[in-house]
T-cell receptor, first 113, second 113 residues
Framework: KAGVTQTPRYLIKTRGQQVTLSCSPISGHRSVSWYQQTPGQGLQFLFEYFSETQRNKGNFPGRFSGRQFSNSRSEMNVSTLELGDSALYLC????????????FGPGTRLTVL | GQQLNQSPQSMFIQEGEDVSMNCTSSSIFNTWLWYKQDPGEGPVLLIALYKAGELTSNGRLTAQFGITRKDSFLNISASIPSDVGIYFCAGQLTLQGAQKLVFGQGTRLTINP
């Protein structure tokens, strides 16, 4: 069974631009969570989607948004990029999203110049 | 909000030595998870703990879910070079039907051959 895939793996943008990251969960998994990882703040939860609905949200500004499609694939969008948005963005999928284990993708490394 | 204090932040050991790291929190979690992250990859789940007091092993790894549900430790016995990486603890709790995963800051393990 294929693991979680994320595209693109690397991305360079400039301040003010917007970006869309994609995540394909493990087949059959319906929950997708997004995390931001930086050296200073560690892994921080952005949001979770389950069956196309946002079920949980972390403490990030409204510039960070996401959505989930009927096939459970998810996208994350960041608008009006800031230098501080440079980070590794990880998505994780789980079968039902409660007690089930989360499996992480390799991440998308975003650099904002 | 929920925070995890993971220690130590880094460890430099000789190959063959045992390793111990732990996480504490002022919050109560339903599940404790331990992940390992290699450079350029997402975290990989090592051990999941679901009950207070639970002691679980996975090969040379042993982890325990603290009886108060506020702490956990991970031990690695007889370390080998491939154990190098960053280890994260994570506490999981369910809020309003949605899971929330809170990560520690990580322990960077370096092994001298």
């Amino acid at each position: 069974k294929a693991g979680v895939t994320q595209t693109p793996r690397y991305l360079i943008k400039t301040r003010g631009q917007q970006v869309t990251l994609s995540c394909s969960p493990i087949s059959g998994h319906r929950s997708v969570s997004w995390y931001q990882q930086t050296p200073g703040q560690g892994l921080q939860f952005l949001f979770e989607y389950f069956s196309e609905t946002q079920r949980n949200k972390g403490n990030f500004p409204g510039r960070f948004s996401g959505r989930q499609f009927s096939n459970s694939r998810s996208e994350m969008n960041v608008s009006t990029l800031e230098l501080g948005d440079s980070a590794l963005y990880l998505c994780a999928s789980s079968a039902r999203g409660s007690r089930d284990e989360q499996f992480f993708g390799p991440g998308t490394r975003l650099t904002v110049l | 909000g929920q925070q995890l204090n993971q220690s130590p932040q880094s460890m430099f050991i000789q190959e063959g030595e045992d390793v111990s790291m732990n996480c504490t929190s002022s919050s109560i979690f339903n599940t404790w998870l331990w992940y390992k992250q290699d450079p350029g990859e997402g975290p990989v789940l090592l051990i999941a703990l679901y009950k207070a007091g639970e002691l679980t092993s996975n090969g040379r790894l042993t982890a325990q879910f603290g009886i108060t549900r506020k702490d956990s430790f991970l031990n690695i016995s007889a370390s080998i070079p491939s154990d190098v990486g960053i280890y994260f603890c994570a506490g999981q709790l369910t809020l309003q039907g949605a899971q929330k995963l809170v990560f520690g800051q990580g322990t960077r393990l370096t092994i001298n051959p």
